[in-house]
């Protein structure tokens, strides 16, 4: 039986798609991804505004070390004030 060079397992086809230097968003509703700069200690997402720890395995290598509390809790704090308000009819 000849091996198809053309076919590549489902781990090999992954391999390819990964994506080194970068996460996601850990907001449920978000997910975008974050790519930090180099040694960068904080990282903002650009599309929900909320902030993140980052800690470096490697010198290219970042992970969410967790949230900065005061900031996303001032953004939770915000959106929760305008969905307040628009539930109620005031905008």
Known sequence: MAI???RQS???SLRQTRTYGKFRCHNPSC???LQPGAGQ?????????M???VYWI???FPRI???VWDVNRKLAQEALVKKEGS???VE
């Open 4 to 6: 198809d060079k053309e």
């Open 65 to 67: 070390r967790g949230p």
């Open 10 to 12: 489902t781990a090999e």
């Open 31 to 33: 997910m975008g991804r």
């Open 58 to 60: 490697r010198p290219d």
């Open 87 to 89: 539930h109620h009819g």
């Open 51 to 53: 902030e993140f720890r």
């Open 41 to 49: 200690k904080q990282v903002k997402c650009p599309e929900c505004g």
